[in-house]
């Protein structure tokens, strides 16, 4: 079967710097996303990889490595807007997304 | 980049009525668009895809009778719930590719369905 693990919860510090995992099993490979999503919002779209190594966009990173099924996201200069849920999700070989749970980030002052 | 609204935001409705959630791509057109079904601390579950001009594939365990899927353009999709439910409350959101690029999915705000 397909699957996509994140952490639940993650709690950090504002100014702070957080990593969130991600690993996946997918019926093929076509890109990871990262999406972020406010209370009661509908996801917006942060990151896509679909090659090895790190893509960095601001205060936002994100890494992929394809032979070991994993990524993350790096959070720099955490600020209490960043405060949601952060959703991983991989498109198989059929081009669908495969979401995970996604992980809320508490971000404390 | 690319926006897509639903309508409506938010909808309360009786049990056994039918509800209309409309999700439109403003500034593309959108040969494929996507339906998802969000409970409360759950991920986005993909209820069915929808292309211009065809028939909606439905993920396995939703029912197509039940959710009525119409993509009669190549800017607007509808999903229609019809004789709703309490188990039906759910956030509902459409997302939409160009088709030009696969890469990115451009999400509708959402709608928020409550059945008393």
């Known amino acids: 079967g397909q699957n996509i693990d994140q952490p639940t919860e993650m709690t950090a510090t504002e100014g702070a710097i957080v990593q969130i995992n991600c690993t996946y099993q997918?019926?093929?490979?076509?890109?990871l996303f990262w999406y972020q999503q406010h209370a009661g919002e509908a996801p917006t779209f942060l990151s896509y990889n679909v090659l090895d190594g790190l893509e960095e966009k601001g205060r936002f990173s994100s890494f992929l490595s394809r032979s070991k099924g994993y990524s993350y996201l790096l959070l720099k200069e955490l600020q209490m807007k960043d405060s949601a849920s952060y959703l991983c999700a991989v498109m198989d070989s059929n081009y669908q997304l495969i979401w995970g749970a996604g992980t809320k980030l508490i971000i404390k002052p | 980049g690319a926006v897509v609204s639903q309508h409506p935001s938010r909808v309360i409705c009786k049990s056994g009525t039918s509800v209309k959630i409309e999700c439109r791509s403003l500034?593309?057109?959108?040969?494929?668009m996507f339906w998802y079904r969000q409970f409360p601390k759950q991920s986005l579950m993909l209820m069915a895809t929808s292309n211009e001009g065809s028939k909606a594939t439905y993920e396995q365990g939703v029912e197509k009778d039940k959710f009525l899927i119409n993509h009669a353009s190549l800017t607007l999709s509808t999903l229609t719930v019809t004789s709703a439910h309490p188990e039906d409350s759910s956030f509902y959101i459409c997302?939409?590719?160009?088709?030009?690029?696969?890469?990115?999915?451009?999400f509708g705000p959402g709608t928020r369905l409550t059945v008393l």
């Open positions: 500034d593309f057109q959108a040969t494929t």
């Open positions: 997918t019926s093929g490979f076509n890109g």
């Open positions: 997302s939409a590719c160009s088709g030009r690029d696969y890469n990115e999915q451009f």
